[in-house]
């Protein structure tokens, strides 16, 4: 069974970093687009980073763009966030994803999502 687990979630303070990591099991998604989205309390889920399946073209949300790094290994069996500078904002649970089809630059349609992890940044 393919499953995607995020882990590296916490209670941390404005202005500290945090690396989220995302473990592919049952399968490997070499060949797909991946990236991370979040859902803040109340709020809608949004794209927070995608990284295309030959790691040559990222994506991110203006909101985190030059805080955080989207990044992923060769095997296509894990994915990570390198957060910075958090802000009380970034609060939400984040969530790792892979596209439905192979071979695309960015995430066009969630095929796979994780379960998710949470991140909370006090002020």
């Known amino acids: 069974q393919v499953s995607l687990v995020e882990s590296g979630g916490g209670l941390v303070q404005a202005g500290d970093s945090l690396t989220l990591s995302c473990e592919v099991r049952?399968?490997?998604?070499?060949?797909?687009?991946m990236g991370w989205f979040r859902r803040a309390p109340g709020k809608e889920r949004e794209v927070v980073a995608t990284?295309?399946?030959?790691?040559?073209?990222?994506y991110y949300a203006d909101s985190v763009k030059g805080r955080f790094t989207i990044s992923r290994d060769d095997a296509g069996t894990n994915l990570y966030l390198q957060m910075g500078s958090l802000k009380p904002e970034d609060t939400a649970d984040y969530y790792c994803a892979a596209d439905k089809d192979p071979s695309t630059t960015t995430i066009y349609n969630v095929g796979v999502w994780g379960r998710g992890t949470q991140v909370t940044v006090s002020s």
């Open positions: 990284i295309s399946w030959n790691r040559r073209s990222t």
């Open positions: 049952g399968r490997t998604f070499r060949t797909y687009a």
